[in-house]
């Protein structure tokens, strides 16, 4: 076992490295690998950050650093995705070092002596420290371990990488404080004026009454709007910022998968079965299961944990008893029972209804809540909860009736909830609104609480293809690559077959692992930014994941030479619309009359709506969707005057104020300043990270080497 390990066994010191070290940006990154060498100049430069090159060598050895801590945290070798977290994280430390670190010296921010051991063993212990010390068995922090764990620490026995270990953890203790003063400094120069306030709050409390009259720009044929280049690239530069050059890739691809056979499916099913014999037989089924699965399961479970075909095989357990094989996509599973024991946590299954109040004035609050009880009048009066809930319930448990699935007694949901989930003795409505933070909740127990848990030993085996099946699909890959040289040919090919379907990415990034679905495709990227990679050369085959995929270059953009091939569909669109918009005012005119006496002179795709109680924040007109042109004008009319014809975001409109209700008065606005305020704040981190990248001109050349 690793010393990491041992540490972790007695303190959970590894957890807390693992968390502070992930603390600093972790965002994703690509996979380990390198790029020869042999060549000179700056093509050793992974990067400059603040005019400070970061060569490949000093790089690497950054990332052989953070791998080798993770293999002896973890006790086992990196995996794909770990692997990129571990450069990412490498990269943002040198981002840490140089770019922060500058920003920290101009304001003369630092961790003193004295400030660590406040933080590791003071009053003002670190969250991270925290959760190192904290017993995982029984959820409580002792301050006096970390103490002894200390003092132990500078004993003779003690290994260096122990100590290094500790060394590190505190490094990134004084970093992880370092980031929090000036992030917090930062929080300081945000702030909301009156003005601002007074406006968010007129934005969501006017309301407005309008009646419309929308001309699609789709009631114009595409086809009979020519567009040319010319315009396009008057488009383009008279909106430069709406489009931002960048270095990327598009790309067509084939798959051919390397999914299982039936043969290989079957070849799985018969060895399940032999299996389930030998777990009915062991004496450590345990042991046996663990042997022999693919997939890690636990020993013991509540119902709520348990896969659906298994839960409903629960009123025939037996001592014993083996039960499967079920099926759950790829994996085939069986189960053995092996009695019950009780959880010191309870188990309860229940849908709500949410009315938030969350932001709310106390006035729409008791609209809220009279809302609340209505909707639960109607349930008690014999209306369907899940219909009720679709319709009303203002969170994603909408979707599906309100069902929030099985959750413990453990602080999983906030605590007048789950009060009251877990207070009850028995499935059905709990008859009263149920008042959150978030708002009231009208609660159906679908399931009572129980602490039951079962043992179950389980083995889950997944069908994998087999040798042959995988050359078979490599047999059709090779064959399709060796017919296609050209994109013409290619296209041909997959018009010729109706079996292949040819995909699109466009625009792909130069550091991408993923390319639409296909995750790991690492190769493929870099095969497109190949620089002996023209315009549609076709790939030879590449293994990604479960497939082999075959891909075709066709187009290229630079990050410092927008044309209009880089952005011509969405130039095109917003070109053809401004013409369909000139030709619909064209026929429009100066119209008079009624909205439906223009709309019937105007012909098919006229439409006459009506939208009532909408509001500068979210205003919503119903078939031209979100328009804030003509939301503004809404606003600026007086009821009972009408717009000119004007083009929108969808169409042509003509928008009529009916009536106007002015935000109510209000003495204090604090609630807006601070919604504002909360907003500004919650972006903060990102905000800082961006201006400080900026600062610095940082240059990411990863994408060349990886």
Request: glycine share 8%; proline share 4%; aromatic share 8%.
């Amino acid at each position: 076992m690793s010393v990491i390990n041992k540490i972790r066994e007695r303190s959970g010191l590894a957890v807390g490295i693992i968390a502070v070290s992930l603390l600093l940006f972790i965002v994703g990154g690509d996979l380990l690998g390198g790029r020869s060498m042999l060549f000179g100049g700056n093509q050793q430069e992974v990067g400059e950050i603040a005019g400070q090159s970061i060569d490949y060598q000093e790089f690497n050895a950054k990332v052989d650093e953070l791998r080798a801590q993770y293999e002896q945290q973890a006790g086992r070798a990196p995996g794909e995705q770990e692997l990129n977290q571990i450069r990412e994280q490498a990269w943002n430390q040198f981002l840490f070092d140089i770019a922060y670190q500058k920003e920290f010296d101009k304001l003369g921010l630092k961790v003193s002596p004295e400030e660590l051991v406040d933080m590791v063993q003071g009053n003002n212990i670190s969250p991270s420290v925290r959760q190192a010390f904290t017993n995982p068995q029984t959820g409580v922090f002792d301050k006096s371990s970390i103490v002894t764990y200390l003092k132990n620490l500078n004993g003779p026995n003690i290994p260096l990488q122990q100590k290094t270990a500790w060394a590190s953890f505190e490094k990134n203790l004084s970093a992880e404080r370092l980031r929090t003063k000036y992030q917090e400094l930062m929080l300081l120069s945000t702030y909301a004026t009156t003005a601002e306030a007074q406006r968010e709050y007129q934005a969501q409390n006017s309301k407005a009454n309008v009646k419309f009259l929308f001309v699609p720009y789709y009631t114009i044929n595409d086809t009979t709007v020519k567009v040319t280049d010319s315009q396009l690239q008057d488009y383009l530069n008279k909106h430069k910022d709406d489009y931002p050059g960048t270095d990327s890739r598009s790309i067509q691809y084939v798959t051919f998968s390397v999914a299982p056979s039936k043969e290989d499916s079957a070849t799985l099913y018969n060895e399940i079965k032999s299996l389930a014999r030998g777990l009915g037989a062991a004496t450590n089924d345990s042991v046996f299961a663990q042997q022999n699965s693919d997939v890690r399961i636990p020993l013991y479970m509540t119902a709520g944990e348990m896969p659906e075909q298994l839960r409903a095989a629960i009123p025939t357990f037996s001592q014993g008893g083996i039960y499967g094989p079920f099926r759950e996509q790829n994996t085939y599973f069986i189960y053995k029972y092996g009695g019950t024991k009780k959880d010191t946590n309870f188990t309860a299954r229940a849908s709500h209804i949410l009315i938030q109040t969350k932001g709310l004035a106390d006035s729409a609050k008791v609209a809220a809540r009279q809302r609340a009880e209505a909707i639960l009048k109607q349930i008690q009066g014999g209306a369907n909860f899940e219909a009720l809930a679709q319709t009303n319930s203002q969170d994603g448990s909408a979707q599906v009736g309100g069902d929030l699935g099985y959750f413990k007694n453990n602080g999983q949901m906030v605590k007048p909830f789950e009060s009251a989930v877990f207070g009850a003795t028995s499935a059905g409505l709990i008859p009263r609104l149920v008042e959150t933070e978030f708002g009231y909740h009208i609660i159906k127990v679908t399931q009572p609480k129980t602490n039951t848990l079962y043992r179950i030993a389980a083995i889950g085996k997944t069908i994998a293809p087999s040798q042959t099946t995988r050359d078979e699909a490599l047999r059709k890959a090779d064959q399709f690559a060796s017919e296609v040289r050209t994109k013409e040919a290619f296209d041909a090919k997959v018009k010729e077959d109706k079996s292949i379907v040819a995909a699109t990415a466009d625009r792909i990034p130069e550091g991408s692992n993923q390319i639409n679905a296909l995750t790991d495709a690492r190769a493929v990227v870099r095969w497109a930014f190949d620089d002996k990679t023209d315009l549609n050369s076709v790939s030879e085959p590449f293994e990604v994941g479960d497939q082999y995929v075959i891909a075709v270059l066709t187009g290229k953009t630079q990050k410092d030479n927008v044309t209009v091939d880089d952005y011509r569909n969405e130039l095109t669109t917003k070109v053809r619309n401004e013409l369909k918009g000139e030709q619909i005012l064209s026929k429009l005119g100066n119209p008079s009359g009624t909205l439906e006496s223009i709309a019937q002179k105007f012909g098919a795709g006229a439409l006459v709506e009506t939208a009532d109680d909408i509001n500068l924040a979210t205003g919503f007109l119903k078939s031209a969707g979100v328009d804030p042109v003509a939301l503004g004008k809404a606003f600026g009319l007086k009821p009972g005057k009408r717009s000119k014809p004007f083009a929108g975001e969808s169409g042509v409109l003509v928008v009529e104020t009916t009536n106007l209700t002015p935000a109510p008065a209000v003495a204090d606005y604090a609630l807006y300043k601070n919604q504002i305020q909360q907003n500004t704040t919650s972006r903060i981190g990102f905000y800082i990270n961006e201006a400080i990248k900026d600062a610095a001109k940082v240059e990411d050349r990863r994408a060349k080497f990886y």
